[in-house]
């Protein structure tokens, strides 16, 4: 019963994020960037990831959209919304768990801090964040792919100024 409840929750949840989003595919693109900076000017003024949740998530799937061409479908948003409450999400081959991640991940590094996405390989790491990163810089956020690969190129460029 607990689970249903919970499960009830994040629909709501969705259907708000869906909701926002109707409003944001009216702004023009530097006015998308631009929340970020609005965002994160409130959460200075004491709201929290949850309050901002719904028009954060709406931002995120808007330049999704248009950076990428992909549109986060309610699964995929309720999967975001679960990740970033710290529920379990599990998800196939192919259901678009990286888009997913767009959406907690955007949501998380509006706090300023790193925000860090773990997989399983070095190659997807640098996919992902050849992928969509033009969405994360688009939206006013760095990437990068720290991978084994660039910490021994990274190293070799310390040797070569350090033998110089």
């Not at 259907?15 to 702004?27: A, I, N």
């Not at 999400?89 to 955007?106: I, Q, R």
């Amino acid at each position: 019963m607990k689970q249903r409840w919970k499960l009830r929750k994040l629909k709501k949840e969705v259907r708000q994020v869906r909701k926002c989003q109707e409003r944001l595919k009216e702004l023009s693109d530097e006015e998308l960037s631009h929340l970020t900076v609005e965002f994160r000017e409130r959460l200075a003024d004491g709201e929290s990831l949850d309050d901002l949740l719904p028009e954060a998530f709406a931002a995120i799937c808007e330049a999704d959209w248009r950076i990428l061409g992909m549109a986060p479908y309610d699964v995929q948003i309720l999967g975001g919304i679960a990740l970033h409450k710290g529920y379990l999400a599990e998800m196939n081959t192919g259901e678009g768990k990286t888009l997913v991640a767009t959406m907690p991940l955007y949501l998380n590094a509006l706090t300023g801090k790193s925000v860090i996405l773990v997989t399983v390989n070095d190659y997807l790491a640098r996919r992902d964040a050849e992928e969509m990163g033009p969405v994360y810089r688009f939206m006013g956020l760095s990437v990068s792919a720290g991978s084994e690969e660039d910490a021994g190129n990274e190293k070799a460029e310390q040797n070569k100024l350090q033998n110089a």
